[in-house]
Each structure stands twice: as structure tokens, then as C-alpha cells.
């Protein structure tokens, strides 16, 4: 297993451009998150799945869309970037309670 | 209303001391786990060591040890024999039982160990 794997590792964007994080996971966990860390601060979650299929809103998931077609992969999406969305993007899966979470490395996107 | 409480910003330690991380949460659930994540520099979240709220002995882990006093609800981590290495971001994080089974995140604290 490789664990969570997320890419890019890093992304510079214009304001209004659009792109998607891709997120990883070969554990077969039905639980997967996406989080964003702002400078200084803890991790908030953006919008979360418990399984193929379904997927719900989190604390901050404006500006933000998901799928999750697959059990292994969870991608974001951000339709128009806009500064505030400048913060490093954490995707993270687990089998659920009581399990661990398991983090991927992070993508670090800046905003200009 | 703050779920997770770290009322640390910043702290600094000797090397080879021991340090212990304040940690308060609320939450009104009997089940729920607390977890204490290390983020190095380089920035990936490294799991330390897990409190479920039913344990009635407090966990350890190799030089980590988490100080769980349910009934004040804190979940401080104690870090003995200090190393350089241990110079990071510390997050203290509860899942609850929900059906997203999400971690909630403090603000972290920021350790220093000094040589």
C-alpha cells in the first residue's frame, strides 16, 4: 500500500482559473476528507465522503465541489479561484471510528 | 463555540526535558476519540498517539503520553526526554461519533526545542 496520495504537491493559479486536486487512496477505506490549513491555524474540513457515491459539505466548502466515483479516489474541485482559497489542501481516508486517519502529503496552492 | 482548545501558541523547551501540550475539548458524546497530530516543516501530518473517551489508562506511545482527565475534559500530551526533532506544529484533534467520523482540529501549538 502507498497509502494517500494526493497531486500536485504545488499549483500557482490565477484568480478565476480553475482546477482540481487529485486525491488517492489504495487502503480501501470508505471514509475520505479533504481539509484546508491556513498559515498559523489547524486543519478545517471542506466537504467529506463515506463511500462511493456520497459525499457531504464540511465546515468552509464554499468555492469548492467533490465526486467520488470510486472508493479510491476523491478529487477537489475549485471552479474560480479566488486569494482566499490560498492554503495548503490536505486529503486524508479512513475506515472510521476508532481507525486511524491517514493524511496525504498536502498540495500548498497559492492564489494571485 | 471552540470544539478543541489550544491555549498555547508557542512554546519552547530544553533538550532532554520533558514538555507536556495543553489540550481541551467540548463535547456533550459519552463515545468520541482524541488524537494528537506532529506537523514537521516539511508538512505532512504524522499521527503521535490516540485517547479513545471509554480507555481508562491513559495512552502511550514509545516518549509520548497522553494526560487524559475526562472529567475536566483535557487531553494534554506529554513529551519526555525531548530531542531536536521534536521542534513542530502539534495539533490536538476529536472525532465524534457522527456518521462523517471528521477530526475537529485546534490551532495547534508551536514547540521549540532549544540544544
Known amino acids: 500500500n502507498t497509502g494517500v496520495t494526493q497531486t500536485p504537491k504545488f499549483r500557482i493559479l490565477k484568480i478565476g482559473q480553475s482546477m482540481t486536486l487529485q486525491c488517492t487512496q489504495d487502503?480501501?477505506?470508505?471514509?475520505m476528507y479533504w481539509y484546508r490549513q491556513d498559515p498559523g491555524m489547524g486543519l478545517k474540513l471542506i466537504y467529506y465522503?463515506?463511500?462511493?457515491?456520497?459525499?457531504d459539505k464540511g465546515e468552509v466548502p464554499n468555492g469548492y465541489n467533490v465526486s467520488r466515483s470510486t472508493t479510491e479516489d476523491f478529487p477537489l474541485r475549485l471552479e474560480l479561484a479566488a486569494p482566499s482559497q490560498t492554503s495548503v489542501y490536505f486529503c486524508?481516508?479512513?475506515?472510521?471510528?476508532?481507525?486511524?486517519?491517514?493524511f496525504g502529503p498536502g498540495t500548498r496552492l497559492t492564489v494571485l | 463555540a471552540q470544539k478543541i482548545t489550544q491555549t498555547q501558541p508557542g512554546m519552547f523547551v530544553q533538550e532532554k526535558e520533558a514538555v507536556t501540550l495543553d489540550c481541551t475539548y467540548d463535547t456533550s458524546d459519552q463515545s468520541y476519540g482524541l488524537f494528537w497530530y506532529k506537523q514537521p516543516s516539511s508538512g505532512e501530518m504524522i499521527f503521535l498517539i490516540y485517547q479513545g473517551s471509554y480507555d481508562e489508562q491513559n495512552a502511550t506511545e514509545g516518549r509520548y503520553s497522553l494526560n487524559f482527565q475526562k472529567a475536566r475534559k483535557s487531553a494534554n500530551l506529554v513529551i519526555s526526554a525531548s530531542q531536536l526533532g521534536d521542534s513542530a506544529m502539534y495539533f490536538c484533534?476529536?472525532?465524534?461519533?457522527?456518521?462523517?467520523?471528521?477530526?475537529?482540529f485546534g490551532s495547534g501549538t508551536r514547540l521549540l526545542v532549544r540544544p
Open positions: 484533534a476529536m472525532r465524534e461519533k457522527d456518521s462523517s467520523y471528521k477530526l475537529i
Open positions: 465522503s463515506v463511500g462511493a457515491g456520497i459525499t
Open positions: 487502503m480501501n477505506h470508505n471514509y
Open positions: 486524508a481516508s479512513s475506515k472510521g471510528q476508532g481507525y486511524l486517519e491517514f
